[in-house]
Nanobody
Framework: VQLVESGGGLVQAGGSLRLSCAASGRTFSNYAMGWFRQAPGKERDIVAAISWSAGSTYYTDSVKGRFTISRDNAKNTVYLQMNSLKPEDTATYYC??????????????????WGQGTQVTVSS
């Protein structure tokens, strides 16, 4: 499985971006998916996660109410809508996929497949 992120860029604080992650392979709909981010000198942390059916989602506290994760299994794509962006959201964002049954996975080591990352920079 290959994952390719897009949609990153430079945005002013308060602005919005939508990240997309396109997956190859016919088993995408079986995967739980997640978005992680990593700032320079920091660990890669979970941002949001979604189950294969989109029946379950998870958000880290700092993005609740601002970010929305969604997926379109017919298009083999997962999205991260980011609103009210803050400078502290600046990071490289990665999508990841794994088998997680009916639930979500929130730890990086649980994920088997990773994209190459897309940079999000929020200016103040």
């Amino acid at each position: 499985v290959q994952l390719v992120e897009s949609g990153g860029g430079l945005v002013q604080a308060g602005g919005s971006l939508r990240l997309s992650c396109a997956a190859s392979g016919r088993t995408f709909s079986n995967y739980a998916m997640g978005w992680f981010r990593q700032a320079p000198g920091k660990e890669r942390d979970i941002v949001a996660a979604i189950s294969w059916s989109a029946g379950s989602t998870y958000y880290t506290d700092s993005v609740k109410g601002r970010f929305t994760i969604s997926r379109d299994n017919a298009k083999n794509t997962v999205y991260l809508q980011m609103n009210s962006l803050k400078p502290e959201d600046t990071a490289t964002y990665y999508c990841a996929g794994t088998f997680a049954g009916s639930g979500v996975a929130i730890l990086a080591h649980e994920y088997r497949y990773w994209g190459q990352g897309t940079q999000v920079t929020v200016s103040s």
